[in-house]
């Protein structure tokens, strides 16, 4: 574990911009990259001088209304507020938390409303997918989809295991319903959608992980075909962010997931070195988006 | 504060007035070239040339941004432009005195971009691939105001890559599409659109309405020239499901809307029953008789495209 991280952190840290955020490929710093080098740092056990930076970047980049832009130069705050939510549910003390609680609790998907499901039913709309449960959207106003329900899922389980909070829970596991509501014949997932004009569309391997990991710690369910699927899918999943979360899911489900390569040949992004870092660190016993 | 330059200030605000404008003004009648192309081979390179010398296109010492349509991968479908057509493009351009190609893509489904462009074989094609790449999912801003917009959109970020370029060429697929019937030019600038910002799939577009935005978009980018990738297109359940359907040709012109209206008319499709490109026309570029055609016309390489049974009403009739 130590060689893993002492091979691949010098390079997280490299990537630090003069601002403390990170970007996705080099470049200036946007939110959920810079969260995802913070929850690498955090599996690996740091806590020094980037660490800090990272953290007052988060802070300075937080907006009124609780929320965060993707990146500072963008007036909207969006599902990136769960990723920075994931860092500052792990800092005593850190100021913002509350507020970043407060805005994910007040976002759900559009498709979901009572007005316009009224809306659907009286123009007589034949709606495919599930909306009786309220998921969480990329960006307000819009329909929920699966990753940023599943991230906003993980970051309000985190705050409840400090602060339990009834309406919170409700949220969680509404939530929850709605990732089973859009999981995709063969068990897996893909964005979010499962069908459309009758046609079945299949789950990608990237995004089944993230989801099943997120249904991790809910109320009992047989996730067996889910489990089967990423089992299937991390025997030949390319990408390094798709074979993390896979890996932290099976992990979370009790199941052992065969050995990865000790570091990948090619990092292609912030993103898949930080995953990496965090997946390492779970099969550790140590995973950042559960503890 | 959001960046934004007069320039594209300008560029975005005479676009909609070309568009709104005041008046319906003689324009030039626009340009469509429609030549044989019946596999991806070597031959694509020298059709890509002429394609270039016929327009006339004129890119000295410009940056020019390929965007081609990257979506997804199943070997067995042709849901993406081919990357042998982007690297002749790429070749024809750069042959033409370009300043810099650059290829960028926002795919709206799958967030590792670079695993999807190598799934669809762009690294293996394309030399240096990840050097001349942007992704447009995760490039810098700016915030564009659009001026009467169709759309319940007031403004959108849009990728400085695409902003800035001195021509973008937009390299679509030939394909049926289950919401818009047909996706080709203009539908292709969903791409532009961050998906950093507005998630994946980018469904501030689809609240906002498909047609309506995507006329937007193309008010955004009036200077551009549009090459569509109809050697093997996708009929049926486009964009994603659908099934191959060899059209044999390669579509191409300055004024997106005549071009897209061409392809429709190959494809079997009545331009005309197209919202977005009722919306995004000007000049009647839909007509058939206000477009200058030049290479194979329409109606002789016209081979209908398979569509949802929601779409039957928007067959093109014969004659």
Redesign the interface.
Known sequence: MQLVFSSVLPSLRNAQNQDGGWGYRGGASWTEPTAYALLALAAAGESGEDVARGLAFLARTQRKDGGWPPHPSVDQSTWVTAMALLVLADQPGATGSDDANAWLMRQSGRESGYLHRLREWLLGVQVEENVNYSGWPWYPGTAAWVTPTALTILALEKVSRRKPDPARRARIETGREFLLSRMCRDGGWNYGSTRALGFAYDSYPETTGLPLLALAGGRRRNLEKSLSCAERYLASCPSVEGRSWLEMALLAHGRTPPPSAPIPPAFRNLIDTALFVVARAAAGGRNVFLS | ???ISRRHLLLASAGTLGFTGCSRRPAARPLVSVTLASAYTQELYDNFRRILSEHKVQVRGKRVVLKPNLVDYDAAAPINTHPLVVHAAMEAFSALGAAEVRIAEGPG????T??LA??AGYFQTVPGFERIFT?LN?D??S?VRLMRPNSRLESL?LPRTALGAGLLVSLPKMKTH?WAVATLGIKNLFGLVPG??????K??L??AGIHEAAADLHRVFPRSFTIVDGIVGMQG?GP??GRPKAAGVIVAGPDTVAVDATCCRIMGIDPQMVRYLRLAETNDQTGEEWVRQIGEAPARVRTDFEL?P?FSEYRLRRG
């Open positions: 504060m959001p960046f489904l799958r967030r590792d670079l695993e190598e799934a992704d995760v810098q801003t915030l970020y289950h950093g910002i507005y998630g994946w799939p469904n501030i689809h609240w359940n994603l499901q949802l929601v």
